[in-house]
C-alpha cells in the first residue's frame, strides 16, 4: 500500500532553535500534502494544506511565519517551526494523498520536545 | 463549529464481542468522504474505512463496517469479533471537497479491548 515517510520521528533540542520536519511520499505522487498537530488525548488539528508548486494554505490561529511549509516536489513537504519555544512541543504528523478520491496516508508522527 | 461529533470519550468492550463507535458530522456540502481511523499508542495513523456520500451501500472492509444513514448525516464505525489489538483510539474524519479537499477529523474515542 502507500507509504508515507516522516523524519525525524523525535526532536529534542533547545528553546530558540528552528526545526525541519519532512514528509515524503515513497511511491505515489503526493499532490497535496497536510500538516497536523495533535496534543495528548486530544485530536488532530489541522495546521495547513500544501498543493505543490504553491503555497499552503494556513487554517486560522496558525502563524505562518512560525510553521513554514514547503512542497517543492510531488513527493516531499517540509515543516519548519522557526524559533521553537516549550509551548510548540507536541506531535507533528503529515499526510499526503495522490489525486481522485484517495483516502489520504499518513506518516508515523514527529515528536518534538523543546527544553 | 464542530463539524465532527464523537459523543463516546471511552469505550469498553469483552474480547470477540461487537462494539460501535458513533460518529455524527455536519456539512452543507452534497459531495462529501467520510472516514475512519485508528490510532494506537505508539501514534501513527492507520485508515480503516472509507465511506463516499453517494455510496448507497455501506462499506465494508473486513471486521470494520459503517453504517452510513445520511439523513441522519451519521458514519457509525462497527468492529467485529473485537481483538486485543483493537485497543487504540479511533477517529472519524471527513473530507469536504468545497474545502481545499481537507480532511478534519472528530475528538476520538478511546477504545479498550477486555480479556
Known amino acids: 500500500g502507500a507509504v508515507v515517510s516522516q523524519h525525524p520521528s523525535r526532536v529534542i533540542c533547545k528553546s530558540g532553535t528552528s526545526v525541519k520536519i519532512e514528509c515524503r511520499s515513497l511511491?505515489?505522487?503526493?499532490?497535496?500534502m497536510f500538516w497536523y498537530r495533535q496534543f495528548p488525548k486530544q485530536s488532530l488539528m489541522l495546521m495547513a494544506t500544501s498543493n505543490e508548486g504553491s503555497k499552503a494554505t494556513y487554517e486560522q490561529g496558525v502563524e505562518k511565519d512560525k510553521f513554514l511549509i514547503n512542497h517543492a516536489s510531488l513527493t516531499l513537504s517540509t515543516l519548519t517551526v522557526t524559533s521553537a519555544h516549550p509551548e510548540d512541543s507536541s506531535f507533528y504528523i503529515c499526510s499526503a494523498r495522490g489525486r481522485g478520491l484517495q483516502p489520504q496516508h499518513f506518516g508515523d508522527g514527529t515528536r518534538l520536545s523543546i527544553l | 463549529a464542530q463539524k465532527i461529533t464523537q459523543t463516546q470519550p471511552g469505550m469498553f468492550v469483552q474480547e470477540k464481542e461487537a462494539v460501535t463507535l458513533d460518529c455524527t458530522y455536519d456539512t452543507s456540502d452534497q459531495s462529501y468522504g467520510l472516514f475512519w481511523y485508528k490510532q494506537p499508542s505508539s501514534g501513527e495513523m492507520i485508515f480503516l474505512i472509507y465511506?463516499?456520500?453517494?455510496?448507497?451501500q455501506n462499506a465494508t472492509e473486513g471486521r470494520y463496517s459503517l453504517n452510513f444513514q445520511k439523513a441522519r448525516k451519521s458514519a457509525n464505525l462497527v468492529i467485529s469479533a473485537s481483538q486485543l489489538g483493537d485497543s487504540a483510539m479511533y477517529f472519524c474524519?471527513?473530507?469536504?471537497?468545497?474545502?481545499?479537499?481537507?480532511?478534519?477529523f472528530g475528538p476520538g474515542t478511546s477504545l479498550s479491548v477486555i480479556p
Open positions: 474524519a471527513m473530507r469536504e471537497p468545497t474545502s481545499y479537499d481537507k480532511v478534519i
Open positions: 465511506q463516499g456520500s453517494y455510496d448507497e
Open positions: 511511491d505515489f505522487q503526493a499532490t497535496t
